[in-house]
């Protein structure tokens, strides 16, 4: 079966810092990779997503930036931090090709606090 | 532009009610709709998905319907229990070919005991 790692689960980093998120995914392979962003009371905010090693796409131009050195590894970074990069980052992945439809599974997250 | 929108934020209810969880979308052109639960500090758990052909799917107490036509979508939860409670989150995905999900921002449901 497949599974979503992320970590870490919780961060706290001053302003200015760097950031390094990671996700792998297991027993698939060449998945769609996505990273969202959860601000407190508003939705899902989609940042990046990846159709293959090497190919990613920014929906939001930030201080943020994303990786995927290897097929199933997704790598979030930032080289200085915000206040305002402080959120709920989430992973996730969807099959390339998925007969039931393109559903997509979401990683456990990682809590940013920019301080 | 796509846009869902989840009606309303938050929703208090006793043990035992049926009830019903609302999603708006403004463009019909979709692939599939998916309903999602989201516990506290955790990441997103897939509860039902409805292709667009489709016009309900069911598992366990939950009931998804979707009227693409209408853009709405409802999920419908019988005899709520206090483990119902979490926030409910619905996606809808573009027309095959395009990879974004775009999520409404959630109704968040507590079920009293």
């Known amino acids: 079966s497949q599974t979503i790692h992320q970590w870490p689960a919780t961060l706290v980093q001053p302003v200015g810092s760097p950031l390094s998120l990671e996700c792998t995914v297991e027993g698939t392979s060449n998945p769609n990779l996505y990273w969202y962003r959860q601000a407190a009371g508003r939705g899902l905010q989609l940042l990046f997503y990846s159709v293959g090693i090497g190919q990613i796409s920014s929906e939001v131009p930030q201080n943020l930036s994303a990786s995927r050195p290897q097929d199933r590894q997704f790598i979030l970074s930032s080289k200085k931090l915000l206040l305002s990069d402080s959120g709920f980052y989430l992973c996730?992945?969807?099959?390339?090709?998925?007969?039931?439809?393109?559903?997509?599974?979401f990683g456990e997250g990682s809590w940013l606090t920019v301080v | 532009k796509q846009e869902v929108t989840q009606i309303p934020a938050a929703l208090s209810v006793p043990e035992g009610e049926n009830l019903v969880l609302n999603c708006s979308f403004t463009d019909s052109a979709i692939y599939n709709l998916q309903w999602f639960r989201q516990d506290p500090g955790k990441g997103l758990t897939s509860l039902l998905l409805?292709?667009?052909?489709?016009r309900e799917q069911t598992s366990g107490r939950l009931n998804a319907s979707l009227d693409k036509s209408s853009g709405r979508s409802t999920l419908y939860i019988a005899a709520s229990q206090p483990g119902d409670s979490a926030t409910y989150l619905c996606a809808v995905k573009p027309p095959s070919g395009t990879y974004k999900y775009i999520f409404g921002t959630g109704t968040r449901l507590k079920v009293l005991a």
């Open positions: 409805i292709q667009s052909s489709q």
């Open positions: 996730a992945w969807s099959p390339d090709r998925d007969p039931s439809g393109n559903t997509i599974y």
